[in-house]
T-cell receptor, first 113, second 114 residues
Framework: KAGVTQTPRYLIKTRGQQVTLSCSPI?????VSWYQQTPGQGLQFLFE???????NKGNFPGRFSGRQFSNSRSEMNVSTLELGDSALYLC????????????FGEGSRLTVL | GQQLNQSPQSMFIQEGEDVSMNCTSS?????WLWYKQDPGEGPVLLIA?????ELTSNGRLTAQFGITRKDSFLNISASIPSDVGIYFC??????????????FGQGTILTVHP
């Protein structure tokens, strides 16, 4: 069974630009969660989608947004990039039931110059 | 908000030694998960715990869900060089709006000297 797939793996942007990251969950998984990982802040929850609806949201500004498609694939978008947005963005999928285990992709490494 | 304190922050051990790390929470969790992350990769799930007092093993790894539901530990026995990496605990409250929202510890960096 294929794991969680994230694209692109690496990208470089400049301040003010916007970026879209993509995540394909494990087949059969209906929930997709996004996390930001930085050396100083660790793993921080961004949001979670289930059946195309945002089910939970972390404490990030509105520049961070996401969506989920009918095939459970998800995208997250960051607009008006800031230097502090440089991070590893991780996507995790789960079956979607309460308390389910999360399985992570390899991440998208974003560098903002 | 919820806080997870994971300790130690880092460990330097000799191959063959046993390792122990733990996490404590300011609130009660219904799920504890332990992950390992290699450089440049995403976290990989090692062990999942769902019940207070539960003790679960996965090869040389053993983890326990504390009776108070506010703590968990992970032990690695007879460490080998490939155990090197960052180990994270993660916890989740029950129900409500916390389905996919895990709170992560800050990680324990493990270095194993051959």
């Amino acid at each position: 069974k294929a794991g969680v797939t994230q694209t692109p793996r690496y990208l470089i942007k400049t301040r003010g630009q916007q970026v879209t990251l993509s995540c394909s969950p494990i087949s059969g998984h209906r929930s997709v969660s996004w996390y930001q990982q930085t050396p100083g802040q660790g793993l921080q929850f961004l949001f979670e989608y289930f059946s195309e609806t945002q089910r939970n949201k972390g404490n990030f500004p509105g520049r961070f947004s996401g969506r989920q498609f009918s095939n459970s694939r998800s995208e997250m978008n960051v607009s008006t990039l800031e230097l502090g947005d440089s991070a590893l963005y991780l996507c995790a999928s789960s079956l979607g039931q309460i308390g389910g285990e999360l399985f992570f992709g390899e991440g998208s490494r974003l560098t903002v110059l | 908000g919820q806080q997870l304190n994971q300790s130690p922050q880092s460990m330097f051990i000799q191959e063959g030694e046993d390792v122990s790390m733990n996490c404590t929470s300011s609130s009660i969790f219904n799920t504890w998960l332990w992950y390992k992350q290699d450089p440049g990769e995403g976290p990989v799930l090692l062990i999942a715990l769902y019940k207070a007092g539960e003790l679960t093993s996965n090869g040389r790894l053993t983890a326990q869900f504390g009776i108070t539901r506010k703590d968990s530990f992970l032990n690695i026995s007879a460490s080998i060089p490939s155990d090197v990496g960052i180990y994270f605990c993660a916890g989740r409250n029950a129900g409500g709006t916390s389905y996919g929202k895990l709170t992560f510890g800050q990680g324990t960096i493990l270095t194993v000297h051959p």
